[in-house]
């Protein structure tokens, strides 16, 4: 198991723990359950932890595949730097954001589930593993072309005069020329 | 369509069987529990919160009982063996064992969740109740069962227990809680970004699922899901709902009675369950059976070719094993498609490095002194695949990309066999070979299988019975100058054989087009061992070219995947 990245893991499980948090919640205030304020609290953790988790990371081996539609939000998971950057932060933050999910039980699932994947975060940041945004590749694989494109050649190439050009009568073999690339016919 | 429907038919059909029955239970449980006479009281507590609680763990039954079918991999090969005689649409169906148990598995996380919200809201209307925030009734009813003589009703038998403190006392409540836990971390880990990178994770984390059907056998076992029983004199909620204060002492209102369901999940999965477990111990039987090297050859690019010999082994063309290698990891095994031919009496596979398993053995292999015995290995399998259809059609195109051309190397050896000694089971007139890959590198021993076959079909005088094109997709300005200069020469400059290197993508439809034209009546099948992109591309090529008419042209297509 040498080579897994565990916060690709960790971001699927907080992931959907942040839709089950969600849902847990919108039960417990549409339901007008006992204690709705923790549901209502979980609704908003949960669209949190989702916008948190949304973007994923670029992995450090292999190619990174990107959510639908996941720029903007890498644009801004990027903008807090090393909150968002560092895993003992999600870590923690995860960890602390599940707590008042457990009083109720609406929610106590998405608790659970959010602190799991804090667990696998933390697995990921002791082993130096940090989030590394994908960003669009600059097109640099065209070649460059130079500026003289926009100024084409005012003279022909400079060539001896016409008459020392033009192929002579008299010397046949000095005038004939050997293809460079032997021509055959199409079969 | 029609075409549509010869390619797809059968395999929408189940699907509708499928969603047909799903939707049957649902129905069907939801009125049971909606309309039922027996739960006119459980349903003034609860409202239809019941029946939706109760209509997806039909569902919910139903499905976990079809999860672990398609992963039954002997079983699944038992089935394929015994429908040769009925017809290749059936035995198609048996390749997508893996769609069906994804599907499975997305049905089983939607009935989770509906059952889940359905009881939270019974819980918590149970919390209620037993408080009296609701009517008379109400409370009445959840106060039966507090005296000797009673059974009670609602579940919550005290006032300080709290719907968190009901889930984590009661058997239903605690088994529900583990067994979603398990599924949440199962379908996390199964997300295709983790599969395909991170496999260990996906597998050893999959093992949950014995969690999963522990939990799931003993989660009805509390009873939790009340309904009322027969008394004597029979007490009917219709009249006695609005008499509270005379039950016990009117004569036709005796005090209700109360008892939960028998828990049916079990019926349900047991079945499976055994199959599973047969499954695996003769995974485990294989494992100890013992396994001889024949030959070791470390070919071009660090390509590991290893004969094995295993007692009582038998194979067929195309067929996969899984490979154990106890010295290097004690629960992994890997798959890898056979090489060789059923008609040799050892068995081959050829291993790339790919991955910290493969580059482990390739390394201790390399150590290896001549001649000596490789490290000790288990072999379970074989399995069977789409490749081992072949021989059924009377022409066959094979596309083989990249890594995919590793089957067809046992079908051309195979097909080289059979000709040989003119083995009547042969249908195959004609073949078709198409090889794709970036570059030949890793694959120099598959150019000399073809260089051989080649050879000796030239020899033998079927020159036409094998028609194969090459394809490289990766090829740049240097390679291109390097051909256009040995344009003449007899044989490729890249592969050495006679058949020239195309460049770049195959165009399909030229290709159909000119098997059409010259074989205008026959069957065709197309197999494909490659990436999921150029699946969908020849599927679609496959119902293009496809005739509706019945003594005209007609393809089929197959594919493998890993």
Not at chain 1, 83 to 96: K, M, P
Not at chain 1, 174 to 180: E, L, T
Not at chain 2, 144 to 168: E, K, Q
Not at chain 2, 477 to 486: G, L
């Amino acid at each position: 198991m040498g080579k897994i990245e565990w916060a690709m893991w960790a971001n699927e499980q907080a992931l959907a723990s942040g839709l089950i948090l969600l849902t847990g919640g919108i039960v417990g205030v549409a339901g007008q359950f006992r204690d709705w304020q923790f549901a209502a609290y979980a609704v908003a953790a949960g669209v949190f932890v989702c916008l948190l988790e949304y973007p994923r990371g670029k992995r450090n081996k292999g190619t990174s595949v990107e959510r639908t539609g996941q720029y903007c939000f890498t644009v801004c998971v990027k903008s807090f730097g090393p909150l968002t950057r560092n895993y003992y932060v999600r870590a923690f933050i995860h960890a602390g954001i599940c707590v008042p999910g457990g009083f109720m039980l609406a929610t106590i699932l998405g608790c659970v589930c959010l602190g799991i994947a804090s667990l696998i975060y933390l697995a990921a940041a002791i082993r130096g593993e940090h989030w590394e945004p994908i960003l669009p590749r600059k097109d640099s694989a065209r070649k460059p072309v130079a500026d003289s494109i926009n100024r084409p050649p005012q003279n022909p190439p400079p060539r001896p005069p016409a008459e020392m050009r033009r192929k002579r009568a008299e010397d046949l073999e000095g005038a004939a020329y050997v293809n460079p690339i032997p021509v055959t016919a199409n079969e | 369509m029609g075409n549509w429907i010869i390619n797809h038919g059968l395999t929408y059909f189940i699907l509708v069987v499928w969603m047909a029955i799903n939707t049957f239970l649902f129905v069907w449980f939801y009125f049971l529990y909606d309309l039922g006479d027996r739960f006119i009281y459980t349903r003034h507590i609860l409202g239809s919160a019941l029946s939706w609680a109760r209509a997806p763990a039909a569902v919910l039954n139903f499905n976990c009982m079809l999860i672990l079918l398609p992963v039954c991999r002997n079983l699944l090969s038992l089935i394929r063996g015994s429908f040769m005689c009925c017809g290749r649409t059936i035995r198609k169906q048996l390749d997508k064992n893996i769609s069906f148990h994804k599907l499975v598995a997305y049905m089983i996380a939607l009935m989770t969740a509906v059952h889940i919200i359905a009881h939270l809201v019974n819980a918590e209307r149970y919390y209620n109740s037993r408080h009296g925030d609701y009517d008379e009734l109400s409370t009445a009813l959840s106060n039966l069962g507090d005296t000797a003589n009673t059974t009670y009703l609602n579940p919550i038998r005290s006032l300080s227990t709290t719907p968190i403190l009901l889930v984590f006392t009661s058997i239903a409540g605690l088994t529900g809680v583990v067994i979603t836990l398990a599924l949440i971390l199962m379908i996390t880990s199964s997300m295709e970004v983790i599969r395909r990178s991170y496999f260990e994770v996906f597998w050893f984390t999959h093992h949950l699922f014995i969690v999963f059907f522990a939990g799931l056998v003993f989660h009805g076992a509390g009873r939790i899901v009340r309904g009322q029983t027969a008394t004597d004199p029979p007490h009917d909620p219709k009249h006695c709902d609005d008499e509270v204060d005379e039950w016990g002492m009117e004569e036709n209102c005796p005090i209700p009675q109360f008892a939960g369901g028998f828990p049916q999940t079990w019926m349900w999965v047991i079945g499976p369950m055994v199959l599973y477990v047969c499954e695996r111990l003769l995974r485990f039987v294989r494992y100890l059976q013992s396994v001889q090297y024949r030959k070791i050859v470390i070919r071009p690019s660090k390509v590991l070719e290893l004969q094995l010999m295993k007692n009582g082994f038998k194979m067929d063309v195309g067929q996969y094993v899984f490979l154990n290698c106890p010295s290097i990891s004690q629960l992994e095994w890997h798959p890898f498609t056979m090489t060789s031919a059923p008609e040799e009496d050892f068995f081959s596979v050829h291993i790339r490095s790919a991955g910290d398993w493969t580059q482990k053995l390739i390394s201790v292999v390399e150590q290896l002194p001549a001649g000596a015995q490789g490290p000790k290995m288990s072999v379970d399998g074989p399995f069977g695949t789409a490749s081992e259809d072949v021989f059924d059609y009377e022409v066959a195109m094979l596309v083989g990309a990249g890594i995919g051309v590793t089957p067809f190397a046992s079908v051309l050896k195979s097909i080289w066999y059979k000709s040989k000694e003119s083995n009547p089971k042969l249908s195959t007139r004609k073949i078709y070979f198409y090889w794709l890959c970036r570059e030949t590198h890793a694959f120099e021993w598959f150019a000399d299988l073809l260089q051989v076959l080649e050879r000796e079909m030239e020899e033998r005088g079927m020159g036409d019975f094998l028609t194969y094109k090459l394809f490289l997709t990766g090829w740049d300005q240097s390679q291109a100058t390097h051909v256009m200069v040995h344009a003449d020469k007899d044989t490729d400059v890249i592969t050495g054989l006679k058949q020239k290197t195309n460049y770049g993508r195959p165009n399909w439809d030229k290709e159909f087009e000119q098997v059409r034209a010259e074989n205008p009546t026959s069957v065709v099948g197309t197999f494909l061992c490659g990436p999921a992109a150029l699946a969908s591309v020849l599927a679609k090529k496959c119902v293009k070219y496809t005739d509706v008419d019945p003594r005209k042209t007609k393809f089929y297509f197959n594919q493998e995947n890993f």
